[in-house]
Structure formats: C-alpha cells, structure tokens
C-alpha cells in the first residue's frame, strides 16, 4: 500500500491549492516537508491596509526567512479612516447629516417635526453614540496618518517590499471587502453600513461630500514606487482609481520611467463625463474628468508601458437603467497608434467603441493576443458588430475569448431603449467558439433582443425576434 510520504512532491503541489485556509495549517502541521509546501501556497497572497498593527504583521512576514520567499502578492485595502473635519462637534454634525434620512427611513411611521428631521431624543442619542467613539475614531485616524507617512510613504514603501524577493504584484482593492481564501474580495463598491453611530473605514473615498482621500490614490502612488524600485517584473491592479491621479498636478512626470517593467495592468477607472466649463471672462475651461481622458492624460500613462503583456481596463461606473453608452470610448482611454509587441491578453469593460477603432486595436496586436475578454461594449455612433467579428477573425488567434453583458446593435427613435444582444448564455459562448474556431458568425439581426424602457424607468426585456 502506498503512503502519503511516498507520493510525488508534484502531486502534493496539485492538491494545496485546493484545501481552505484551516485545512491547509493542519496540513503543515504533518512534516517538515508539508510544512514547508503548505507555506507556498497559505502565504502567497498577503492582504494589508494603513495602520501600524496591520503593517506589523507584513514586517514580522519579511523577517521570517522561512517565509518571506512564498509572498508574491500583497492585497492593500486603501480604505481610510480619514475624513474631512477632525473635530469632535464636525464628526457629530456629519453623522446627524447621515443619520436622518436612515432614521427617517428605517421608522417611516414616526410623526417628525420637520418633513427630514430627527425627534429630540433621537438627536441626543446619536450626540451620545458620537461622543462615544470619537476617541477610538480618533486614534486610528491619527494612526493612518502615521502609518502613511511612516513605513508607507513613497520614499520609504521600497524598503518593506524589497525583503520579498518572490513578490511580483500588489493588488489595490476599495469599497466593501470580504476576507476569502488566501485573501479579500470586493463585494461591494460603497461600504457597508452595518451601524449608524459610526464612520465606516472608507467613508470618504465614495462621499463627494468629504475632501480627503480621493479613491485609491495614495495606494496607487506608493506603489508604482515601490514595485518599480524591485527591478522586476511586477503586475498591478487597482479597484478603483479616482480620475484625478491622472491630472498633471497630481501624477508624477517620474512616473513614465517606472512603468517600462509593468507587465500586466488591471485598473478600473472612477470617471464621469463632463465637459468644457465656461468662465466668466470668455474661456472656456475644462473640467479635470473631462480633460483627463480629452487632453490624453491617461492614455500617457499607458504609453509608459512597454513591456505590457495583459491589460484590463474598465470604468467604475454601471451603466444606468435607460442608458446605453458609457462614460468613455477607448479613442478616448487607449493610443490606438501605440503597438504593445507583447500583449497577449486584453479585456475591455463597460467602454464604449467606434467599429474602426476596435478594428484597428484587434489587428494591431493580432499577431501576440491570445485571449480577449469583452463585457458591455457599445459600437458608437453607428457600427456593426458583425462586420468588426468579420473582419478580425482572419487575423486572430485566440486560445480564449470571452463575450459577456450587453452589445448594442441599435436604437430606436420611437420609443426609448434599444435591440441588444444578450451574451450571458448560449449566444456569449457560441460567439467565443465562432472567433477560436471559426464558422458562421452566431450574431443576427433576428436574434437580437428589445431592451426597453417604461415610463418609470425600469428596464424591460422581450424574447428574441423571430
């Protein structure tokens, strides 16, 4: 009979990934050996966020010999503590702000004072609930701060980062996060309100009512200046990055030579769609999310990296009900001119596009892509993804290709909403064989669906045409 210590180290590789974080410390208990292929696997990825106990545990992981070699991925939570207004009597008048319309929802049958207002007990309530944790509010700000300008700071992040010679990627997530199996995942965007009588960490990254912390960018900024510090090859991803780090006021002009050993990018881009301000003296001016994409700020920042080999980009913001086209075209967000000689892998999201310029992007890179996901896209203004499948499919050669959300085939003036192709199912799936393989293209005119919309705004779906 065959024993456990017998079997080929191989097979215990295939099998680690596979056992849940408690599974797996029981598992290193067994040997030496085990202990040791266990530990590749439990301290892979290592997640982190701003404060000194938190940053402690990253630092005592460095300093076991044993160990620091397994990490090759740290997760930052960049949630913050921090907000606008310090004080006590601030932090009490912003959490009435929030609190009336939850109290006012949650005991809709109470008679108010005032149609948005809050009965005098439930005031001195919530004055006390306030008071009560302001201290701890308080020191774990204070702590932040310290962190950030400590161990964290962009000079100084290098320092932690290099002790791991196996780390090839940070991974910076925002919103609500929930712990998994070796690691988090984002769950939600804003954060979670589990309580009314405190600020959640994060608050102000999702609140244009709070100054501080635009989302992400002070986890963004130590980074690239630690990763690029390694003298390596490192990945990034970022959920999600408020538009302004791309403004010149913000982004580093040092930054374009510290991405040339970026491989892999995956960001999703906090964006709204403005446009030119203007000013009372007869300029215009533009606003900094307007210019951000316009001016070509951001598409810069992808010209820094030239040894890219996967790219995923997105924006943040969910396409509304009623509302077919996103925020940005990809003229807008990728130098289309830009030929990336490595770039294997590409995934698109809720962007809309011009059916030239897909085109073009496709067969730039036709000759190294090999896996192409797209989900939501929009041909804009008019276009037809029959003739774009048609005249890629020629030149590429996927291994992988994934199709998935809406896909516009047109609008309708008379009413409001538009004809899609749904690629959830079925149909997703028959166009990725269709663009590995080859065959008829599955898209049609008849086999599209009505996206509708009611008068009140939801949306609505009728059965394929027939």
């Not at 192409?372 to 774009?388: A, F, N, R």
């Amino acid at each position: 009979m065959t024993t456990i210590y017998s079997l080929p180290p191989e097979i215990y590789g295939k099998i680690v990934p596979h056992l849940t974080d408690a599974d797996l410390r029981e598992y290193r208990c067994t040997c030496k050996y085990f202990a040791a292929t266990g530990a590749k696997e439990l301290f892979k990825v290592i997640a982190f966020h701003a404060s000194s106990v938190s940053v402690q545990r990253v630092q005592e992981l460095a300093g076991r010999e044993n160990l620091r070699g397994c990490v090759q991925t740290l997760v930052w939570d960049s949630n913050l503590w921090d907000i606008a207004g310090g004080t006590e009597d601030e932090l009490t008048a912003y959490q009435l702000q929030q609190g009336r319309y939850s109290t006012l929802r949650d005991n809709y049958r109470l008679l108010y004072p005032e149609p948005y207002g809050l009965l005098p007990r439930d005031i001195e309530a919530k004055i006390g609930d306030v008071k009560a944790h302001y201290q701890a509010h308080d020191e774990r700000r204070q702590d932040e701060k310290k962190t950030l300008h400590g161990v964290l700071h962009p000079d100084r992040i290098a320092g932690l980062l290099q002790q791991f010679p196996a780390l090839r990627e940070i991974r910076i997530l925002n919103g609500s996060l929930e712990s998994r199996e070796r690691g988090l995942q984002k769950i939600r965007t804003d954060i979670a309100r589990d309580t009314l009588d405190f600020i959640p960490r994060g608050d102000s990254l999702f609140n244009p009512d709070l100054e501080d912390g635009p989302l992400g960018v002070h986890a963004l900024t130590r980074a690239i200046e630690g990763l690029s510090a390694l003298q390596r090859p490192w990945k990034l991803e970022i959920d999600a990055i408020d538009y302004t780090f791309f403004m010149p006021r913000i982004y580093p002009v040092s930054f374009e030579a510290k991405l040339g050993r970026l491989t892999s990018l995956t960001l999703a881009l906090s964006y709204w769609r403005g446009g030119p301000i203007a000013r009372g003296d007869g300029y215009e001016e533009c606003d900094e999310c307007w210019a951000v994409l316009k001016r070509g700020f951001f598409k810069q920042f992808l010209r820094s990296m030239k040894a890219l080999r996967s790219l995923s980009l997105s924006l943040h913001q969910r396409r509304q009900i009623g509302r077919f086209h996103a925020a940005a075209s990809i003229r807008e967000m990728i130098p289309l001119d830009e030929d990336w000689t490595e770039l294997c892998e590409l995934s698109l999201t809720n962007i809309d596009v011009a059916e030239e310029d897909i085109i073009r992007l496709l067969q730039n890179h036709s000759s190294t892509l090999k896996a192409l996901h797209l989900k939501d896209i929009c041909l804009v203004p008019d276009g037809s993804w029959i003739h774009v499948l048609e005249a890629v499919r020629p030149v590429l050669k996927l291994t992988s290709a994934i199709f998935s959300g809406e896909y516009l085939f047109g609008c309708c003036e008379e009413k409001p909403g538009a004809l899609i192709w749904w690629l959830n199912g079925d149909l997703g799936s028959a166009l990725s064989e269709y663009l590995i393989s080859g065959g008829e293209c599955p898209l049609r005119e008849d086999n599209t669906v009505w996206h509708g919309v009611t008068a009140d705004g939801n949306a609505w779906f009728e059965q394929e045409r027939s």
